[in-house]
């Protein structure tokens, strides 16, 4: 069996989902693929946890009964207020996995904590997009310098693979990418066609179910969707950033708009797409026809048209939850896991 | 730039797709991957041609022009009757490609082609499905033992990579696999519902366009859709036989089993389903609903739906086409060389 050490940064909803997959899944693993993942530290913004030998199943599943911030209180493995540089100090992880909060601005404190973790020598996992949307070249030479491998699949339709699904088009001359890669803004979009509700009316509903953050900005603003194409343009080759995507506001539409499409026989999606030769990436709501297959991409769920030299690629699946992000982390500790213990 | 060396086994419509997209795409591929791809070697039923510096550009468009089983009569590298042995004794590939016809019987040629190739020390990728079909886990152990890659992406819904994609979801359990995965019998349906024209008289019309073999018996007889199943079976670790699989006949399909479904509003598909946890995998002409996203899937497209233990992922493209298939060798071909040249 190859042991690996994983540290988890960040201990909010997904870093608490990947904890309990490993608790429950770790053994179903172990037997399908000879590797054991021992979590030997947990991080969160006020603390961590610590632990050598790795934390058992019932450890994991115990530290995630405690409140936010405070798992430095875990006796007898809690840390107050140790950061990244005290917890390598004490563990030497396999992989680092990034799942604190996105911030576009600075990309902290992600940013530097995948840094040292490279300078460190440690592979990183990454569901956090503000440090890739920032420093995607920069992170990606680092770790090449330094030997390391960097996964990220979870920035993008969670457990769906559409980031391992592009890194596999090699032979292809990628041309457009378009699609819903926001679950929040879709569901709003579904429910005022389907409920015939105002935008404010939609966006309640989506945030009593927790689908909607308090503040929707990030989704509604389209910021989300285009940190996902910056990601996208990177994995691609072909870079742009943040500010390079035109975006729409979903806040500002009138529900006439969409009473407009539907007597059209249309109806309105926020897609967003890249047009690679053209270089232009944006986030809009946009007409399309009935019989497109995105007009039947309903509530949380997300899709994306590949147009390639080609061919044309459909994927559809949903974009985010909590179990799906922990899913597609898993895949990537399991994919370096596999190149750490046998070669590729 | 890293040389690579490359060997094409087999020189019909796929072999021959395949040269001309290196002949086309290898300066693209040179400025993009620092790869150069060099085909040292081709071979077909009676004979080889075989250049150690490798083919220029030029050469390989001039031996795409000749008749089948002719390319031993290209002067000077042409060799008449020259076999895998031969050819390996004149040249060391680094890639060997296997592009021989299937057969299901007996998976000669391309079954010994492969052994003989991973005994010489050479990565294999491999469009022939019948070797993997009758031979997984052989070949992939003998493989492993060598420390020898194997890559077969070409093999099921060709350009659209569905292989790569079942490859990345390590950490979920897959329940069940179910699609449109032959293109030839998804045109003949389609025909027969749109035109309401007979079995016999869509498959005409299939075969005028290609799109159907003189003799199609391993299409609509479901043998080439059960064998896509066996290759899917085994790269989810849950392998079945050829013989596990039950299929049904569309050349036995009666016109008024269409009119039949249309009456109650559905439509009939010959869907490929393999039902991991009760280990059940057919091949059948079966009755979806007008809302399935399948019973959009029409003419040569396939789709593939993946439903998991935490969520359901759908995947659409052309599943056949010369070119199409040849890009996916050229994936798998790229992906081995960045292996061999930088390690993953």
Request: charged share 25%.
């Amino acid at each position: 069996v190859n042991n690996i050490k994983i540290a988890i940064m960040g201990f909010g909803n997904v870093g608490r989902s990947l904890a309990k997959l490993i608790a429950f899944k770790g053994e179903d693993i172990e037997r399908k693929y000879n590797i054991k993942l021992n979590v030997v530290a947990i991080a969160d913004s006020r603390g961590a946890v610590v632990r050598e030998e790795g934390l058992t199943p019932y450890e994991l599943l115990k530290l995630c009964e405690l409140p936010r911030s405070y798992i430095f209180t875990y006796e007898p493995y809690g840390i107050p207020g140790a950061k990244v540089k005290e917890i390598y100090s004490r563990v030497a992880p396999d992989i680092h996995i990034e799942v604190t909060p996105s911030n576009y601005e600075s990309g902290e404190p992600g940013l530097s904590n995948i840094l040292y973790a490279i300078n460190s020598g440690v592979n990183v996992v990454i569901a956090n997009k503000a440090p890739l949307v920032l420093k995607y070249s920069h992170i990606m030479q680092y770790a090449k310098q330094r030997g390391i491998q960097i996964r990220f699949k979870a920035t993008v339709m969670a457990g769906t693979p559409l980031i391992d699904l592009l890194k596999s088009l090699k032979g292809y001359n990628i041309e457009v990418i378009e699609g819903i890669i926001n679950g929040t803004t879709n569901y709003i979009l579904t429910e005022m066609h389907e409920d015939l509700i105002p935008y404010s009316d939609a966006l309640k509903k989506a945030q009593a179910l927790g689908i909607a953050e308090p503040n929707p900005d990030l989704d509604v603003k389209g910021w989300d969707a285009a940190a996902k194409l910056v990601i996208i343009s990177n994995v691609i080759n072909e870079p742009i950033s943040l500010n390079d995507v035109e975006r729409d506001d979903l806040s500002k539409l009138d529900l006439r708009e969409v009473f407009k499409a539907i007597k059209e026989n249309m109806l309105l999606k926020f897609i967003a797409k890249y047009d690679v030769k053209e270089k232009r990436a944006l986030v809009k709501i946009t007409k399309i026809p009935r019989d497109d297959i995105l007009s039947n991409v309903k509530g949380t769920m997300n899709a994306v048209k590949i147009k390639t030299d080609i061919n044309n690629i459909v994927l559809i699946g949903k974009g985010a939850g909590r179990m799906e992000t922990a899913h597609a982390l898993m895949d990537d500790i399991l994919s370096i896991a596999e190149v750490i213990s046998h070669g590729p």
